[in-house]
T-cell receptor, first 110, second 113 residues
Framework: SQQGEEDPQALSIQEGENATMNCSYKTSINNLQWYRQNSGRGLVHLILIRSNEREKDSGRLRVTLDTSKKSSSLLITASRAADTASYFC??????????FGAGTRLTVKP | NAGVTQTPKFRVLKTGQSMTLLCAQDMNHEYMYWYRQDPGMGLRLIHYSVGEGTTAKGEVPDGYNVSRLKKQNFLLGLESAAPSQTSVYFCASNNRGAQETQYFGPGTRLLVL
C-alpha cells in the first residue's frame, strides 16, 4: 500500500504562477518528505516536515502538514520552467518504512 | 563527494539471466536502500540495510537478493531475471532510516527481454 498519495496526478501552469500539490497518507507518521524527480534522474530531497510541525518554508517552497486529516500540501511560488518535474511525497514512520506516492507531474510553461 | 553512485546505468538482460547492481556511497551512511520505480508509479522498497552485514526485506523483495559486506556498498542481485523485473532501480542512503532525508543515486535502467 502507498503511504503517500499525491493529487493531482498532473498539473500544468504558466511560468510565474503558483503550483499546489496535495498528499494524503494512511497511517501515523514521524515525518512527511517531499522529493523532486527530473525526467530520467534520481529523486532530490526538497523538504522534510515532522509530525509536530504544521508549516515549513524553504525558499520558494512551503509545506503544510495536517496530521488530523493525514494530509500535506506543497506550494511552489513564482514557478519557473526549471520547476518542471515530478513531485513525490513520502511518509516516514518509526520502523524504517517510507512509502512513496505515485507523484504529481508538474509542467511549467514558459 | 560523489554521493550515491550506481553501476551500471543501463542493462539489457534475457529472461533467466542473472546480474548484480552495485550501489556505493561515500557519506559514511549506516542505512542503504534499494527501490524500484515502474512507469506512473512511485518508488517501492525492495530491500534495505541498517548497517554493514545486515539486510532486511522491504515491500517487494521477491526475486531479489542483497548483500552489504562493506558499509559503503549495497549490492542488489537478480538470480533469474523475469520481464516483470523491467524497471528503473534506485539506491538511496541515510543515517536515520525513515526519520531522515534519503539521498538517491541516479538510477539503473533494466530491461528484461
Amino acid at each position: 500500500s502507498q503511504q503517500g498519495e499525491e493529487d493531482p496526478q498532473a498539473l500544468s501552469i504558466q511560468e510565474g504562477e503558483n503550483a499546489t500539490m496535495n498528499c494524503s497518507y494512511k497511517t501515523s507518521i514521524n515525518n512527511l518528505q517531499w522529493y523532486r524527480q527530473n525526467s530520467g534522474r534520481g529523486l532530490v530531497h526538497l523538504i522534510l516536515i515532522r509530525s509536530n510541525e504544521r508549516e515549513k518554508d524553504s525558499g520558494r517552497l512551503r509545506v503544510t502538514l495536517d496530521t488530523s486529516k493525514k494530509s500535506s500540501s506543497l506550494l511552489i511560488t513564482a514557478s519557473r520552467a526549471a520547476d518542471t518535474a515530478s513531485y513525490f511525497c513520502a511518509g516516514g514512520d518509526w520502523n524504517n518504512d517510507m512509502r512513496f506516492g505515485a507523484g504529481t507531474r508538474l509542467t511549467v510553461k514558459p | 563527494n560523489a554521493g550515491v553512485t550506481q553501476t551500471p546505468k543501463f542493462r539489457v538482460l534475457k529472461t533467466g539471466q542473472s546480474m548484480t547492481l552495485l550501489c556505493a556511497q561515500d557519506m559514511n551512511h549506516e542505512y542503504m536502500y534499494w527501490y524500484r520505480q515502474d512507469p506512473g508509479m512511485g518508488l517501492r522498497l525492495i530491500h534495505y540495510s541498517v548497517g554493514e552485514g545486515t539486510t532486511a526485506k522491504g515491500e517487494v523483495p521477491d526475486g531479489y537478493n542483497v548483500s552489504r559486506l562493506k558499509k559503503q556498498n549495497f549490492l542488489l542481485g537478480l538470480e533469474s531475471a523475469a520481464p516483470s523485473q523491467t524497471s528503473v532501480y534506485f539506491c538511496a542512503s541515510n543515517n536515520r532510516g525513515a526519520q531522515e532525508t534519503q539521498y538517491f543515486g541516479p538510477g539503473t535502467r533494466l530491461l528484461v527481454l
